[in-house]
């Protein structure tokens, strides 16, 4: 397998499709202004304690108050919350745990009010984004992330991914991060530190070190609700996350996030730098790749495979429920039973697919062709949990019930990704209204004049596809095309390109 990606950098945001052998699997959108990111640390100051939920709202200047459950606390609250009050009292001088005198765990079944109080300031952290009507999701259990290892302040345990299978390899990572990790220090070690030597170890260890010192000594000027540490930016989240020799390439549209990657990968993986591109083609990068043409085919509420079988995905305020049809496949040297577990099988693929690409989370129903043998049942959630094994989300997913249903549980850290793939009618716009679609080419050529007067140099625009063939087009022998005309009537060279994000009376001004 081979992972591609392609980053789209717009002016209010940055898009970033992940491609494995060319399917597109993972669809991110990052605004420019977020601020409020999952792993941004904020000093926050409690605004009041809720008994009911044993729980607290905490400021951290987000339009709506973050939500901290005392189980998000952590058992190293109490010298997190010292640590903090020291450092903002300006009473520590250095970020080192050596000598810190660690305070008394916190009861797993104690109370909120028993542990904060309203005014408090705090060291948080994001562990879920703002979803719907809700504030960021907080936890005071600081980690840092980095390539090969989380860093966990005041704790003292090392412990080593459960997806190292191998022993030999478990002991010797973790007999090695426990002499090299700094007193005071947890880690946890991530699956790609398998097999890497101890340098690169190291070095991740110090990068992450370097981080709370950061965080220590920018707490010592500190306004509360004010941010600490920010996360990388997603481009660069993905690569630490997923970076490995399956990597491709990455093709970006903007030099800016390009030497930004680049420096990034200098310092986690230098012989990869190369394979961060830019796209200089006149061709929109989504386009180019064959990813806008995906996204309009995997974000409807129907959901369209190979050999005519297709899901429908519904969304609730409680849950998902997304049914399985066979469509017209059916094998008539088969039963119906063979016939529904290949249907079922091939479906699981793009279910997982679906999960992972619209980050749903939550319940979800999965309403497969009923199964009639146990034996077909068992081959089937067997698929399921084989298809969603390359997940990073944290799921479970239970056998089928006696009605076919497969329920999956699946946790999801940042807001569902709803795209809208339905076109806007070009008859009506949808409120019995329209622009007149005659009085186009002139309102495009009323723009090109306008520009000619203030702009010197060449003039790209991009519109519909449609719109571009027509303008392009030749009308006859002696005639020239649309473009063609604009050029002479304006002395510039005017390109026109096709834009299939556009609708087809938009059009946009390129260079």
């Known amino acids: 397998m081979k992972y591609d990606l392609i980053i789209d950098s717009r002016p209010s945001e940055v898009v970033i499709a992940l491609l494995r052998d060319g399917l597109l699997i993972e669809l991110h959108k990052e605004k420019h202004d977020n601020n409020y990111s999952v792993g941004d640390i904020y000093l926050g100051k409690v605004r009041k304690t809720t008994p009911g939920l044993n729980a607290s709202f905490v400021n951290i200047g987000y339009e709506k108050d973050g939500f901290l459950?005392?189980?998000?606390?952590?058992?190293?609250?109490?010298?997190?919350?010292?640590?903090?009050?020291k450092a903002i009292d300006k009473k520590l001088n250095t970020a080192?745990?050596?000598?810190?005198?660690?305070?008394?765990?916190?009861?797993?079944?104690?109370?909120?009010?028993?542990?904060?109080?309203?005014?408090?300031?705090?060291?948080?952290?994001i562990s879920k984004e703002s979803i719907s009507t809700k504030g960021?999701?907080?936890?005071?259990?600081?980690?840092?992330?980095?390539?090969y290892m989380v860093l966990l302040p005041f704790s003292d345990k090392v412990s080593v991914s459960q997806k190292i299978e191998n022993t030999e390899d478990k002991v010797r990572l973790k007999n090695l991060i426990r002499s090299i990790k700094p007193p005071g220090f947890g880690v946890i070690v991530r699956t790609v530190a398998t097999g890497?030597?101890?340098?690169?170890?190291?070095?991740?260890?110090?990068?992450?070190?370097?981080?709370?010192?950061?965080?220590?000594k920018?707490?010592?000027d500190a306004q509360p609700n004010t941010k600490i540490l920010g996360e990388l930016n997603r481009s660069s989240a993905i690569l630490r996350d997923l970076l490995s020799a399956k990597f491709n390439n990455i093709h970006v549209n903007s030099a800016e996030v390009k030497e930004e990657l680049k420096e990034y990968l200098v310092g986690i993986?230098?012989?990869?730098?190369?394979?961060?591109?830019?796209?200089?083609?006149?061709?929109?990068i989504f386009q180019e790749f064959n990813v806008t043409k995906q996204i309009k085919g995997a974000f409807g509420k129907t959901v369209t495979m190979k050999k005519g079988i297709y899901l429908v995905i519904e969304h609730t305020e409680a849950l998902h429920v997304i049914d399985v049809n066979s469509g017209k496949k059916a094998d008539a040297t088969k039963g119906q039973e063979a016939n529904a577990l290949a249907v079922n099988l091939e479906a699981a693929e793009e279910v997982a697919r679906q999960l992972r690409l619209r980050d749903m989370g939550g319940i979800i129903v999965v309403d497969f062709i009923d199964l009639k043998q146990e034996k077909n049942r068992n081959l089937l959630t067997e698929k399921m949990k084989e298809a969603m094994s390359t997940d990073k989300a944290k799921h479970h997913i239970l056998p089928p019930t006696k009605f076919g249903l497969i329920q999956i549980t699946?946790?999801?850290?940042r807001p569902e990704m709803t795209i809208d793939t339905q076109e806007n009618c070009p008859m009506c716009s949808g409120d019995g209204k329209i622009d007149s679609s005659l009085l186009l080419i002139d309102q495009i050529e009323t723009k090109l004049h306008n520009l000619t007067e203030t702009h010197k140099g060449d003039i790209q625009i991009s519109t519909h596809p449609f719109v571009e063939s027509y303008i392009n087009k030749k009308e006859g022998w002696f005639s020239s095309s649309i473009s063609k005309q604009w050029c002479a009537k304006f002395g510039r060279r005017i390109t026109i390109t096709a834009d299939d994000r556009l609708h087809l009376l938009q059009y946009s001004v390129v260079k």
């Not at 960021?136 to 390539?147: C, K, M, Q």
């Not at 890497?196 to 220590?216: F, G, M, T």
């Not at 993986?269 to 929109?284: A, F, G, N, Y």
């Open 218 to 220: 920018k707490l010592q």
């Open 136 to 147: 960021p999701r907080l936890t005071t259990e600081i980690s840092l992330a980095g390539r």
């Open 410 to 413: 699946r946790q999801r850290v």
């Open 269 to 284: 993986s230098p012989e990869q730098e190369k394979i961060v591109k830019l796209h200089k083609k006149d061709t929109p």
């Open 69 to 85: 459950h005392y189980l998000d606390l952590g058992p190293q609250f109490n010298s997190l919350k010292n640590f903090t009050r």
């Open 196 to 216: 890497k030597k101890v340098a690169e170890l190291d070095r991740d260890l110090k990068n992450l070190y370097k981080k709370w010192q950061i965080v220590s």
């Open 96 to 125: 080192s745990l050596k000598n810190f005198k660690k305070e008394k765990n916190l009861e797993k079944d104690g109370k909120i009010n028993d542990a904060l109080k309203g005014g408090d300031l705090i060291l948080t952290q």
